[in-house]
């Protein structure tokens, strides 16, 4: 079946720092990307959508030049959180879409893993 | 716009006993209705999912109708276990490579 790996699946950081998390789709073609965040004991919460090869759409409320986006191939998308402070400590996680088969519509969803930030 | 409203929890139940988990959702056009699982630690995963009116999706004992008149998604299972002890998220997607958009989560423990 579909699989999405994302890494790291934590990762602590200093104040200041700029993290990097990457998505992978390992046998699709992730046609969108959409990266969420997870507040402990609560939903997800959108934060962007994001087409290979195209700029991000990010939800009313996110900070675009704080969490950068990149998709630049259609089976790896990364999230950069620049400049961390300890209220960006969450658990983030990525969700890609298949690629819509001709003449089908497929809703497919793979969430990766996730990945649990705390910044100190 | 879409919104999707799961019953509140936590919800406790001891081993074998039947479950239901309620979900309603407002959304325009026809939309295709999940339940995702969430284990401590870990992403979501595809519980089950049905993509029109009437269609029961089930997996692993776990069932779910969707029914058009109600709005409602309920999730439901005759005879729960421990191992199914995690959070539960009842989801809509209104098109292809639309988002998903989320309840708020329940949270069931299954005591032995």
């Known amino acids: 079946g579909a699989v999405v790996s994302q890494h790291p699946s934590w990762v602590i950081c200093k104040s200041g720092t700029s993290v990097k998390i990457e998505c992978r789709s390992l046998?699709?073609?992730?046609?969108?990307m959409f990266w969420y965040r997870q507040f402990p004991k609560q939903s997800l919460m959108l934060m962007a959508t994001?087409?290979?090869?195209?700029?991000?759409?990010?939800e009313q409320g996110v900070e675009k030049d704080k969490f950068l986006i990149n998709h630049a191939s259609l089976t790896l998308s990364t999230l950069t959180v620049t400049s961390a402070h300890p209220e960006d400590s969450s658990f983030y996680i990525c969700?890609?879409?298949?690629?819509?088969?001709?003449?089908?519509?497929?809703?497919?969803?793979?969430f990766g893993s996730g990945t649990r930030l705390t910044v100190v | 716009g879409n919104s999707v409203t799961q019953m509140e929890g936590p919800v406790t139940l001891s081993e074998e006993a039947f479950l239901t988990i309620n979900c309603t959702y407002t959304?325009?056009?026809?939309?295709?209705l999940f339940w995702y699982v969430q284990y401590p630690g870990e992403g979501l995963q595809l519980l089950l999912k049905?993509?029109?009116?009437?269609d029961k999706g089930s997996n692993k004992g776990f069932e779910a109708t969707y029914r058009k008149e109600t709005t409602s998604f309920h999730l439901e299972k005759g005879s729960v276990q421990v191992s199914d002890s995690a959070v539960y998220f009842c989801?809509?997607?209104?098109?292809?490579?639309?988002?998903?958009?989320f309840g708020k989560g329940i949270t069931l423990s299954v005591r032995p």
């Open positions: 969700s890609a879409t298949l690629q819509a088969v001709s003449g089908q519509v497929n809703y497919g969803y793979t």
């Open positions: 046998d699709f073609q992730a046609t969108t």
């Open positions: 994001s087409n290979e090869g195209s700029k991000a759409t990010y």
């Open positions: 959304a325009t056009g026809y939309p295709s």
């Open positions: 049905a993509t029109k009116a009437d």
């Open positions: 989801a809509l997607a209104t098109g292809a490579n639309s988002k998903l958009t």
